[in-house]
């Protein structure tokens, strides 16, 4: 595009380390592994994951659209970054108990402050400079105030007049109306004024909120602008026509401003009797919960900007001045706005696996063998026809499922409610507090309750993490337990962007290790070991730490030892320094780590051997599978668990052993050792914390058309199943 402002080149980027100001690693003591400087600090590696993400943004491999939704993405992680880990540690000042990397809290939230203004800066200096120069160029445009013709004025004035003045209840600032509550993360103006009004007051100060229903970037009609895809932001709208708003005074300065809020929720254990209720108390207050953030546009005075600091109670250093709108996630509406195949990811349509296509009989297929849906190549569709087939099969007698995360008008649901209604056993494990999803659970679990599912939340303390499906049918030779596992949410839109593993068995040893699991999350007994899973909080953590020191105890004797494991987060101490004592004992250890990660690789004599790449592209990477060399046995599991603390002592989790030889092999090549490769276009961890991108080879389109592509006679699309040629 000519014209355009240069970059450095996507592939050769080098990120700043994940811990700005941390401690070089000098010599390190074989056995103190406890040394601060060994780890990176979760939540500076967590901004440095956005900035990966923000850095596709630039990438010009990547279509243009698509590179908004990588802006977008970066900003909305760190909205939630603020509401959820910033919000924590502001909680915690003043107790300034290190972590493991040796920083106090007010040092944490110093480092985090200084990370982040980096961040904001970079991205609104990729939108200004590089995104929308690009999309003006492929015809495009967000017009700014700056530049609207007299015909786009006179448009803006009306839609003003006609869709959002009548909405609009400006406060101004005086003894009789207080600064108004603020909602989390919603679009505000502070308006500076002169002069006095109808009841001779002379306030200078009011505020202006405006309403979540309102759409916040809008299209221009061709015959007002010229174009075909030319829109405004809202707040352009309402900031050339606030002047409306205060009759006969002057407006000296308008300025959007935008205030982020702790939205984590608490709930007291010893004061609760029924979840959902005391949920359902909770959720309102979220909104006006403790503010942690403020932003404001770059223009906004000093004094004004302190008035705002002062009202929210926060520091300067919570301050984030931007140079457009305040919340760039409004961006993202273009995507669905602008009908530009050419400039977005070419689509594809799923594969489905051959046992489970149109017509088969999906138990009789369970039966024949192991089934794996390697998602989004493979459809989720089969999955949901599974539970259709049992709701509406006379010999299924009960049918048990965990929901963290669904959608709106969710198939599964829908067929739950039917089975249940049909008389059959149906219980539901809903986890009310997977966090932004508690009012559509509680919702959710009203619905099932009402349909006749015994609904249950799980274990108080620990979140149900876990994805399980039991079916358990009637038949010729007695009761029989259908099963699947995932390393991902029963959720069909999730399940066409994210990376993750589906397993579908009726081995008899698995389904009973699902019922007990079951049974322990709905009843009360004590945990026993399981025949083949593992789970979390009891088993799961003490397995991964003897299967790492199995692999050493195998360097240690000389034999071939290595361990490759994929998934979203490291960040669980004891786990790191296992895998540190490993390296030290010659085990080669690959780690595909998409987002914070804590251990750094390749420090002399303590992580030589191990290597951490973080793979970001089409496809959210979101499976988590764990490989061992285990002396030739060539053990691999898939699990629903990172390897966090929160996953490993504070969440209920499976981890499943992939059995099927031929599908083990399947899921090594395609799922694991595929991401290896130094073509592999990817973000390689370097000693000091920081990430270099390498490679060319673009693994989510090689593996949508490897896939894909497998001769087959059918295809599903969103809708169900369909014959292609």
């Given at each position: 595009?000519?014209?355009?402002?240069?970059?450095?080149?996507?592939?050769?980027?080098?990120?700043?380390?994940?811990?700005?100001?941390?401690?070089?690693?000098?010599?390190?003591?074989?056995?103190?592994?406890?040394?601060?400087?060994?780890?990176?600090?979760?939540?500076?590696?967590?901004?440095?994951?956005?900035?990966?993400?923000?850095?596709?943004?630039?990438?010009?491999?990547?279509?243009?659209?698509?590179?908004?939704?990588?802006?977008?993405?970066?900003?909305?992680?760190?909205?939630?970054?603020?509401?959820?880990?910033?919000?924590?540690?502001?909680?915690?000042?003043?107790?300034?108990?290190?972590?493991?990397?040796?920083?106090?809290?007010?040092?944490?939230?110093?480092?985090?402050?200084?990370?982040?203004?980096?961040?904001?800066?970079?991205?609104?200096?990729?939108?200004?400079?590089?995104?929308?120069?690009?999309?003006?160029?492929?015809?495009?445009?967000?017009?700014?105030?700056?530049?609207?013709?007299?015909?786009?004025?006179?448009?803006?004035?009306?839609?003003?007049?006609?869709?959002?003045?009548?909405?609009?209840?400006?406060?101004?600032?005086?003894?009789?109306?207080?600064?108004?509550?603020?909602?989390?993360?919603?679009?505000?103006?502070?308006?500076?004024?002169?002069?006095?009004?109808?009841?001779?007051?002379?306030?200078?100060?009011?505020?202006?909120?405006?309403?979540r229903p309102l759409a916040r970037l809008l299209q221009l009609p061709s015959d007002v602008s010229g174009g075909k895809h030319d829109f405004v932001m809202l707040s352009s709208i309402v900031h050339a026509n606030v002047d409306?708003?205060?009759?006969?005074?002057?407006?000296?300065?308008?300025?959007?401003?935008?205030?982020?809020?702790?939205?984590?929720?608490?709930?007291?254990?010893?004061?609760?009797?029924?979840?959902?209720?005391?949920?359902?108390?909770?959720?309102?207050?979220?909104?006006?919960?403790?503010?942690?953030?403020?932003?404001?546009?770059?223009?906004?005075?000093?004094?004004?900007?302190?008035?705002?600091?002062?009202?929210?109670?926060?520091?300067?250093?919570?301050?984030?001045?931007?140079?457009?709108?305040?919340?760039?996630?409004?961006?993202?509406?273009?995507?669905?706005?602008?009908?530009?195949?050419?400039?977005?990811?070419?689509?594809?349509?799923?594969?489905?696996?051959?046992?489970?296509?149109?017509?088969?009989?999906?138990?009789?297929?369970?039966?024949?063998?192991?089934?794996?849906?390697?998602?989004?190549?493979?459809?989720?569709?089969?999955?949901?026809?599974?539970?259709?087939?049992?709701a509406a099969d006379p010999h299924v007698v009960a049918i048990k499922q965990t929901l963290y995360r669904t959608e709106e008008n969710s198939q599964i649901v829908a067929a739950l409610r039917e089975a249940a209604r049909a008389?059959?056993?149906?219980?539901?494990?809903?986890?009310?507090?997977?966090?932004?999803?508690?009012?559509?659970?509680?919702?959710?679990?009203?619905?099932?309750?009402?349909?006749?599912?015994?609904?249950?939340?799980?274990?108080?303390?620990?979140?149900?993490?876990?994805?399980?499906?039991?079916?358990?049918?009637?038949?010729?030779?007695?009761?029989?337990?259908?099963?699947?596992?995932?390393?991902?949410?029963?959720?069909?839109?999730?399940?066409?962007?994210?990376?993750?593993?589906?397993?579908?068995?009726?081995?008899?040893?698995?389904?009973?290790?699902?019922?007990?699991?079951?049974?322990?999350?709905?009843?009360?007994?004590?945990?026993?070991?399981?025949?083949?899973?593992?789970?979390?909080?009891?088993?799961?953590?003490?397995?991964?730490?003897?299967?790492?020191?199995?692999?050493?105890?195998?360097?240690?004797?000389?034999?071939?030892?290595?361990?490759?494991?994929?998934?979203?987060?490291?960040?669980?101490?004891?786990?790191?320094?296992?895998?540190?004592?490993?390296?030290?004992?010659?085990?080669?250890?690959?780690?595909?780590?998409?987002?914070?990660?804590?251990?750094?690789?390749?420090?002399?004599?303590?992580?030589?051997?191990?290597?951490?790449?973080?793979?970001?592209?089409?496809?959210?990477?979101?499976?988590?599978?764990?490989?061992?060399?285990?002396?030739?046995?060539?053990?691999?599991?898939?699990?629903?668990?990172?390897?966090?603390?929160?996953?490993?002592?504070?969440?209920?989790?499976?981890?499943?052993?992939?059995?099927?030889?031929?599908?083990?092999?399947?899921?090594?090549?395609?799922?694991?050792?595929?991401?290896?490769?130094?073509?592999?276009?990817?973000?390689?961890?370097?000693?000091?914390?920081?990430?270099?991108?390498?490679?060319?080879?673009?693994?989510?389109?090689?593996?949508?058309?490897?896939?894909?592509?497998?001769?087959?006679?059918?295809?599903?699309?969103?809708?169900?199943?369909?014959?292609?040629?």
């Open positions: 595009m000519n014209g355009m402002p240069s970059a450095p080149p996507a592939r050769d980027r080098v990120l700043a380390p994940a811990d700005p100001g941390a401690p070089a690693v000098t010599a390190i003591r074989f056995d103190d592994l406890d040394a601060p400087e060994l780890f990176s600090n979760r939540e500076l590696s967590v901004i440095a994951f956005n900035e990966r993400v923000l850095a596709l943004a630039l990438d010009p491999a990547v279509p243009l659209l698509e590179r908004v939704r990588f802006l977008t993405i970066s900003c909305s992680n760190l909205d939630e970054f603020f509401e959820v880990r910033k919000a924590s540690y502001q909680e915690l000042q003043g107790t300034n108990a290190p972590s493991f990397d040796g920083r106090s809290t007010s040092e944490l939230l110093r480092d985090i402050a200084r990370s982040a203004h980096v961040l904001v800066d970079e991205q609104y200096r990729v939108v200004n400079d590089v995104i929308l120069p690009a999309l003006a160029a492929e015809g495009i445009r967000v017009r700014r105030r700056s530049d609207w013709t007299d015909a786009e004025v006179a448009w803006a004035r009306r839609y003003f007049d006609e869709h959002v003045e009548p909405v609009l209840t400006p406060v101004a600032l005086d003894p009789a109306h207080p600064f108004p509550k603020i909602l989390n993360k919603s679009l505000n103006f502070v308006v500076l004024l002169q002069g006095a009004d109808a009841f001779g007051r002379d306030a200078n100060i009011a505020v202006v909120q405006i309403p409306k708003l205060f009759p006969g005074m002057t407006v000296t300065g308008c300025y959007q401003f935008r205030v982020t809020r702790n939205s984590e929720l608490w709930v007291d254990e010893e004061e609760v009797e029924d979840m959902l209720k005391a949920l359902e108390g909770e959720l309102p207050d979220r909104r006006f919960a403790e503010p942690v953030r403020l932003e404001v546009v770059k223009d906004c005075p000093a004094d004004t900007a302190q008035f705002l600091l002062e009202r929210f109670g926060l520091p300067a250093q919570d301050l984030y001045r931007v140079d457009g709108p305040v919340n760039l996630n409004r961006l993202g509406a273009l995507y669905a706005k602008v009908d530009r195949s050419d400039l977005k990811y070419a689509p594809f349509v799923p594969r489905v696996p051959r046992q489970m296509q149109r017509g088969a009989d999906p138990f009789e297929a369970i039966r024949a063998g192991d089934i794996m849906v390697h998602q989004p190549f493979e459809s989720f569709q089969p999955v949901v026809e599974l539970v259709r087939r049992a008389g059959k056993q149906v219980t539901i494990v809903v986890e009310l507090l997977a966090r932004f999803d508690e009012q559509g659970n509680i919702d959710l679990a009203n619905e099932l309750q009402d349909a006749g599912a015994q609904v249950v939340y799980g274990v108080f303390g620990y979140k149900t993490h876990a994805k399980m499906l039991m079916i358990v049918r009637r038949e010729a030779d007695g009761l029989r337990r259908y099963v699947h596992l995932s390393t991902g949410n029963y959720h069909s839109g999730t399940a066409r962007a994210y990376t993750d593993i589906g397993y579908l068995t009726a081995n008899p040893v698995i389904g009973e290790d699902v019922h007990r699991l079951f049974n322990r999350l709905t009843g009360l007994g004590e945990a026993r070991r399981l025949g083949a899973l593992l789970d979390s909080p009891f088993t799961l953590r003490q397995e991964l730490l003897r299967m790492i020191e199995a692999e050493a105890d195998h360097a240690r004797a000389g034999h071939p030892a290595r361990i490759v494991a994929k998934m979203n987060a490291v960040t669980e101490l004891q786990t790191m320094r296992a895998l540190y004592r490993a390296s030290q004992a010659g085990v080669e250890i690959d780690l595909v780590v998409r987002g914070a990660c804590c251990l750094r690789p390749g420090i002399p004599g303590v992580s030589d051997h191990i290597r951490v790449r973080s793979v970001l592209g089409r496809f959210l990477e979101h499976s988590r599978l764990y490989y061992f060399e285990a002396g030739g046995e060539r053990k691999l599991f898939a699990s629903s668990a990172d390897w966090m603390g929160r996953n490993l002592f504070r969440r209920i989790e499976t981890c499943f052993p992939i059995l099927d030889a031929r599908l083990k092999e399947r899921m090594l090549e395609e799922c694991l050792f595929n991401y290896l490769p130094d073509d592999v276009a990817c973000w390689l961890m370097r000693s000091d914390g920081s990430y270099v991108r390498q490679g060319s080879r673009e693994l989510h389109r090689e593996l949508v058309e490897r896939i894909t592509s497998v001769p087959d006679p059918a295809r599903v699309d969103d809708s169900g199943y369909h014959e292609v040629g």
